[in-house]
């Protein structure tokens, strides 16, 4: 069955301006997870959602939001961009909670904010 | 607050010889998932192992196992018989049962030939 689809794979923006990542899990799996990777930080993780709601969020600032849709599908925001925003965007699908059973991760999403 | 530390940041192992990568956490909490993840050049994170801190057992899977020590809050993972496929940078992550998800720094390995 087809994996975890990030789209774009690459993007670059101007700071200031808004991004929008997508996600698309894999069949079945009801959970989608993002996760920010930058040298400096390493991988933080951004929010968690289950059936279409939020049940999980990191220490990100709320320039950074996102959702989920009926199938599952999910969006991550992210506005007003800054410079340390430029990192890889990760997203996991799982069946249910994420690390609780298996994450499966997409190729990211590499976002440069110039 | 929960932390988890991998001291290594780079190890490197000869092929076919078996390496031992570090991860210790921090946690109040008695009930937890513990986990080791690799991410090869590709940038895809792949799960190598698995372990719920309630079982007592150290999990295995094929080459790869962990030293999982509960009260001295470490999970190592071994990797036995080391393969050129296996260099990659490896993550140690937790999430505990309020759903805290954590990582640690990441330890890149290098396998030599």
């Known amino acids: 069955k087809a994996g975890v689809t990030q789209t774009p794979r690459y993007l670059i923006k101007t700071r200031g301006q808004q991004v929008t990542l997508s996600c698309s899990p894999i069949?079945?799996?009801?959970?989608v997870s993002w996760y920010q990777q930058t040298p400096g930080q390493g991988l933080q993780f951004l929010f968690e959602?289950?059936?279409?709601?939020?049940?999980n969020k990191g220490n990100f600032p709320g320039r950074f939001s996102g959702r989920q849709f009926s199938n599952s599908r999910s969006e991550m925001n992210v506005s007003t961009l800054e410079l340390g925003d430029s990192a890889l965007y990760l997203c996991?699908?799982?069946?249910?909670?994420?690390?609780?059973?298996?994450?499966?991760f997409g190729q990211g999403t590499r976002l440069t904010v110039v | 607050a929960q932390t988890v530390t991998q001291s290594q940041p780079e190890m490197s192992v000869q092929e076919a010889e078996t390496v031992t990568l570090s991860c210790t956490y921090d946690?109040?909490?008695?009930?937890?998932?513990l986990f080791w993840y690799k991410q090869p050049p590709s940038r895809q994170m792949i799960l190598v192992i698995r372990?719920?801190?309630?079982?007592?057992q150290n999990a295995t899977e094929n080459r790869f196992s962990v030293n999982f020590q509960k009260a001295a809050k470490s999970f190592s993972l071994k990797i036995s018989d080391s393969q050129l496929g296996d260099a990659a940078m490896y993550f140690c992550?937790?999430?505990?049962?309020?759903?805290?998800?954590?990582f640690g720094k990441g330890t890149r390995l290098h396998i030599l030939p």
């Open positions: 372990q719920e801190a309630y079982k007592q």
């Open positions: 959602y289950f059936s279409e709601t939020q049940r």
């Open positions: 946690t109040s909490e008695s009930d937890y998932y």
């Open positions: 992550a937790y999430r505990s049962e309020d759903d805290k998800i954590i």
């Open positions: 069949s079945g799996h009801r959970s």
């Open positions: 996991a699908s799982s069946l249910v909670q994420v690390f609780v059973t298996e994450a499966f």
